[in-house]
């Protein structure tokens, strides 16, 4: 995040672990304080159009997603194990197996 005469921030560059907040969490008490520092503050037409054209989904954005979607099922599932299924779905554990 920049100052109002876009500098770059202090922090900006600097590895994860030497970031200020790395491993914190804000309190109850700080996150209050922030939302109330947003409330109330008006948006400009410009930035609602900049914000509502940013989630409009295009052909090209759709036929991504669903390609996507795709890759990651069946064969090509990061889960898959070439077909194994647990013990218990096999009938392993039923009284019928241990006869």
């Keep these: 995040m920049a100052n109002r005469k876009r500098h770059p921030a202090w922090n900006k560059g600097l590895p994860k672990n030497k970031q200020p907040m ?26 609602k159009k900049k914000i509502g054209l940013s989630y ?14 795709r890759a990651g099922k069946g064969d090509n599932s990061p889960n898959w194990k070439g077909g194994k299924s647990r013990a218990y779905k096999n009938g392993y554990y039923s009284i019928e197996y241990r006869k």
């Design 22 to 47: 790395f491993g914190k969490k804000h309190s109850k008490k700080t996150k209050f304080k922030i939302s109330q520092s947003e409330k109330g503050k008006k948006v400009s037409e410009e930035t």
């Design 56 to 69: 409009v989904k295009t052909e090209k954005r759709l036929k991504q997603i669903t390609e996507l979607g």
